[in-house]
């Protein structure tokens, strides 16, 4: 978990703490895939994925949408 703590840290404050609650409020409750695309999620550049968790742009389909609007709700 403290490696992807750390991919959490990001240039973007705003994607800092978004990251950041997410990982300590519902990491734990996700399904093996949902965390599997909560970790791909990480690898966006940081203006990418803010675009995904602002709703700019929409994410693939499956897991990786299931996540992203897990992130936007919190």
């Known amino acids: 978990m403290d490696r992807i703590r750390w991919h959490c840290r990001r ?9 950041t609650r997410f990982l300590e409020r519902d990491f734990l409750n996700l ?15 940081d203006n990418d994925l803010w675009d ?10 499956g897991d990786s949408a299931t996540v992203v609007k897990l992130l936007r709700d919190g």
Not at 32 to 45: C, I, N, T, V
Request: glycine fraction near 6%; aromatic fraction near 6%; charged fraction near 25%.
């Open 11 to 19: 240039g973007l404050l705003e994607l800092d703490l978004v990251l």
């Open 31 to 45: 399904s093996a895939d949902q965390r599997k695309a909560f970790e791909a999620l990480l690898e966006y550049p």
């Open 52 to 61: 995904l968790l602002s709703g700019h742009t929409e994410p693939p389909p």
